[in-house]
């Protein structure tokens, strides 16, 4: 399979040519580790294939990583990283109101696992411990605090005593989310049909659920 450079910068997320140019070898391993992930999923390809496809000698990728594994943990570190940035700006600290800006949430949420399915791959279906990387791990908390300060906004609307737990609505909500842009709202070719928009079947669960909170009119 011969990918052209569109194919490449989206599974990449638009970061550049297939390639070790300018001594940055770093940069092109995980841009290698993407398009392997792209093409054949997180647990299909070797240390060396990386190494083949950035151009450079099986052993040169141990200056920068241990093993395949922690050059994958890298991967999903830089995916939560953008993550975050993306639900946050999507939040926008809840304006103009909650409920909105809560569907918002979702809707970047779908948007990140088609616009970057391999970093979503590295992400979630790797099998990489959070706890092997602190970095990995507060990245992976931080794009997480952005739902869970979403629900505890929701919640706060509620009589004190009818308020359930933002960290259980926050949980569920994002087992929804993930759910549906896993199966029917992911970029690569793991995505199944559906026969109405992802966004629109996330939209409809969440009022669902939402509802009977009694968080929605």
């Known amino acids: 399979m011969r990918w052209t450079k569109n194919d490449r910068d989206s599974a990449s997320g638009g970061e550049g040519p297939r390639g070790y140019h300018h001594g940055n070898l770093k940069e092109a391993l995980v841009r290698a580790a993407l398009e392997l992930i792209a093409e054949k999923g ?46 946050d700006k999507a939040w926008d600290n809840g304006k103009p109101d909650p409920l909105t800006a ?27 411990p959070q706890d092997s990387d602190p970095q990995l791990r507060a990245a992976g908390e931080s794009a997480f605090a952005v739902l869970r300060t979403a629900a505890e906004r929701l919640v706060a609307s509620l009589p004190a005593k009818e308020r359930p737990p933002a960290l259980m609505v926050a949980l569920h909500i994002w087992a929804m989310t993930h759910g549906i842009a896993s199966l029917f709202g992911r970029g690569d070719r793991a995505r199944r049909t559906l026969p109405m928009a992802p966004d629109e079947l996330l939209e409809a669960e969440v009022l669902v659920y939402l509802r009977g909170l009694g968080l929605t009119a």
């Open 102 to 128: 809560f569907n918002r949430l979702g809707n970047a949420y779908l948007d990140f696992a088609k616009d970057k399915p391999a970093y979503y791959s590295a992400m979630f279906e790797a099998g990489v």
């Open 42 to 87: 997180p647990a299909g390809f070797t240390f060396a294939d990386a190494a083949r496809w950035a151009g450079v000698s099986p052993a040169a990728p141990y200056r920068h990583y241990k093993s395949r594994e922690e050059l994958i943990a890298d991967v999903a570190r830089r995916g939560f990283e953008l993550f975050a940035a993306a639900l």
